[in-house]
């Protein structure tokens, strides 16, 4: 997590997500695939609700220093 990104390193399509046999599946970028239980899919989720909601406010306060 020390690694430094960028606005333009970061994807800006959003991941595809499917249900197959009982299994959560997300396409992303690049290639990117992975397979989830559904209590795994529904914490990831959330985690990356919040995630984006943090990120979201971080480009706000950058935007409008105080």
Same mark, same amino acid.
């Given at each position: 997590m020390g690694q430094k990104i960028t606005? #333009?390193?970061a994807?800006? %399509? +959003? &991941?595809v997500a499917s249900a197959e046999q009982g299994v959560v599946l997300l396409d992303g970028p690049d290639g990117v695939a992975i $397979?989830? #239980? +559904?209590? !795994? $899919? %529904? %914490?990831? &989720?959330?985690r990356l609700l919040a !995630?984006?909601?943090? $990120?979201a406010s971080q480009t706000s306060a950058q935007a409008h220093p105080s």
């Open positions: 606005p #333009t390193d994807a800006v %399509e +959003p &991941g $397979a989830m #239980t +559904p209590a !795994a $899919a %529904e %914490e990831t &989720g959330r !995630a984006a909601q943090e $990120a």
